[in-house]
Antibody
Framework: EVQLVESGGGLVKPGGSLRLSCAAS????????MSWVRQAPGKGLEWVGR??????????DYAAPVKGRFTISRDDSKNTLYLQMNSLKTEDTAVYYC???????????WGQGTLVTVSS | DIQMTQSPSSLSASVGDRVTITCRAS??????LNWYQQRPGKAPKLLIS???SLQSGVPSRFTGSGSGTDFTLTISSLQPEDFATYYC?????????FGQGTKVEIK
C-alpha cells in the first residue's frame, strides 16, 4: 500500500523558515517524480514545485510565488521528500500535500497534508 | 500559465441524478486533463487522467470526455459518497494548474 506521510507543519512568524518532510513507502520512491501541492484555507489547489528522480536528472521546478524562497530536495536512502520554506509570508498559509506523480504532473498519490500557518 | 475554468462553482443534486461538470482551458491542452475528487477534510484523489482514463478502483459512474480546450466530468447516478469538491487540472505544461473547483452538494 502506498503511503505518503507529511510532517513538520506548524505556526511560524512572517519571515521565518520551516522544513516539511514526507516519508514515502509502498512504491519505488527513488524512481518517482514528486511534487508539493498546497491548499490555502477554504481555497483551491496550487502546485508548489516538483523534483524529478535522480535517474532523470533530479532537477527541480517551482511555481512563481515560491521561486527563490522554497527548495525541494529528496533523500532516496530514507525514502523522504523535503520542502524547505524560507522568507515565509502570510499568503503561504496552507495545507501542504506531498504527491507522487505519474508522468510529470499527474498526481496519483497524495499524503494527508500538513498545515503551515504563517502569522505574527 | 494556462488558466483552467470550471463551471458551475457549485451545484445541488439528488441521489440518482446525472451530474455534469465542465472545465475549459485557456489554450489547447490536447488530452492532458485530469480530474480529482476532494471530500471534506481529506486529500484529493485522482479519478480520471488523460481526459477519459478512469483510475483503478474508481466507480464506473464517473466518466470524463473532451479534448483541446473543453472537457467534462459526468457522474451518471449520483451517490451520497459523491458529496465532494471536484477539480480539473492540466498536465500539458508547467506550471500545472487547477480549476477553482466545483462543490457538489446532495439535496
Amino acid at each position: 500500500e502506498v503511503q505518503l506521510v507529511e510532517s513538520g507543519g506548524g505556526l511560524v512568524k512572517p519571515g521565518g523558515s520551516l522544513r516539511l518532510s514526507c516519508a514515502a513507502s509502498g512504491f519505488t520512491f527513488s524512481g518517482a517524480w514528486m511534487s508539493w501541492v498546497r491548499q490555502a484555507p477554504g481555497k483551491g489547489l496550487e502546485w508548489v514545485g516538483r523534483i524529478k528522480s535522480k535517474a532523470d536528472g533530479g532537477t527541480t521546478d517551482y511555481a512563481a510565488p515560491v521561486k527563490g524562497r522554497f527548495t525541494i530536495s529528496r533523500d532516496d536512502s530514507k525514502n523522504t521528500l523535503y520542502l524547505q520554506m524560507n522568507s515565509l509570508k502570510t499568503e503561504d498559509t496552507a495545507v501542504y500535500y506531498c504527491t507522487a506523480s505519474r508522468g510529470e504532473f499527474i498526481f496519483v498519490f497524495w499524503g494527508q497534508g500538513t498545515l503551515v500557518t504563517v502569522s505574527s | 500559465d494556462i488558466q483552467m475554468t470550471q463551471s458551475p462553482s457549485s451545484l445541488s443534486a439528488s441521489v440518482g441524478d446525472r451530474v455534469t461538470i465542465t472545465c475549459r482551458a485557456s489554450q489547447s491542452i490536447s488530452s492532458y486533463l485530469n480530474w480529482y475528487q476532494q471530500r471534506p477534510g481529506k486529500a484529493p484523489k485522482l479519478l480520471i487522467s488523460a481526459a477519459s482514463s478512469l483510475q483503478s478502483g474508481v466507480p464506473s459512474r464517473f466518466t470524463g470526455s473532451g479534448s483541446g480546450t473543453d472537457f467534462t466530468l459526468t457522474i451518471s447516478s449520483l451517490q451520497p459518497e459523491d458529496f465532494a469538491t471536484y477539480y480539473c487540472q492540466q498536465s500539458y505544461s508547467s506550471p500545472p494548474t487547477f480549476g477553482q473547483g466545483t462543490k457538489v452538494e446532495i439535496k
